[in-house]
């Protein structure tokens, strides 16, 4: 039987099981230039965080970013004026079913800090 886009593949990986805890809160990121690559504007926006880990974050994106591609992200911070800007890498991408009329949509983004 043929998988569709919303059927996703089920990983027994002790990685993901780290504690998290939810965090529905927009964050702003910027797209990371490549040093060796073509000099191209940096890209950004607002994300909207699902929850947060130790390790990394699950947020929601209208792009998907390639994996590998490294972000800058804001993470909040208990103090609402502060925000922490963290190096975060793409693990994974997946988009949601619900597309608009125009083929744009929204995609989960799985993210791991990097240290």
Do not use: H
């Amino acid at each position: 039987m043929a998988q569709t886009e919303w059927e996703w593949p089920m990983t027994n990986c002790q990685e993901s099981q780290s504690e998290r805890a939810a965090l529905l809160r927009p964050i702003p990121y910027e797209m990371t230039a490549l040093v060796d690559g073509p000099t191209t504007p940096v890209r950004g926006g607002k994300a909207l965080s699902l929850n947060i880990s130790s390790g990394g974050m699950l947020v929601l994106m209208d792009q998907a970013p390639d994996v590998e591609q490294v972000l800058k992200i804001y993470v909040p911070t208990p103090i609402s004026v502060a925000e922490t800007p963290t190096l975060a890498e793409v693990r994974w991408t997946r988009k949601l079913p619900f597309s608009r009329a125009n083929g744009s949509g929204a995609y989960f983004v799985g993210l791991k800090f990097m240290f």
